[in-house]
């Protein structure tokens, strides 16, 4: 069974960066997307960035040019650099993967998840 765990959340200061990483087992990572999405109290999940093979990468408007999402396909290890993290920007973050290699930003293109990081930006 295929299995994503996050690490590298915490509490950062706004404008600080921090490193997410998803280790995931048992999962073909060619022709797959694999991506991160964020969801905050009380609202729905959104997708952050995504990769492929580490060839194809895709990031939201609003984390374009701060994020960074690259891959270790020997380690088959995703991973997320924030930096310029914004005040008010708390979420938990979450890892997925999806089979299919279509729609990269749809959370309901992902087939597996990860169990979540938290990461709280304090102001």
């Known amino acids: 069974q295929v299995q994503l765990v996050e690490s590298g959340g915490g509490s950062v200061q706004a404008g600080g960066s921090m490193n997410l990483s998803c280790a995931a087992s048992?999962?073909?990572?060619?022709?797959?997307?694999m991506a991160w999405f964020r969801q905050a109290p009380g609202k729905e999940r959104e997708w952050v960035a995504s990769?492929?093979?580490?060839?194809?990468?895709y990031y939201a408007d609003s984390v374009k040019g701060r994020f960074t999402i690259s891959q270790d396909t020997a380690k088959n290890t995703v991973y997320l650099q924030m930096t310029s993290l914004k005040p008010k920007r708390s979420a938990m973050y979450y890892c997925?993967?999806?089979?299919?290699?279509?729609?990269?930003?749809?959370?309901?293109?992902?087939?597996?998840w990860g169990q979540g990081t938290q990461v709280t930006v304090s102001s």
């Open positions: 997925a993967a999806e089979t299919k290699g279509s729609t990269y930003d749809s959370p309901g293109t992902y087939d597996f």
């Open positions: 048992k999962f073909n990572y060619r022709n797959s997307w």
């Open positions: 990769i492929m093979t580490n060839v194809f990468t």
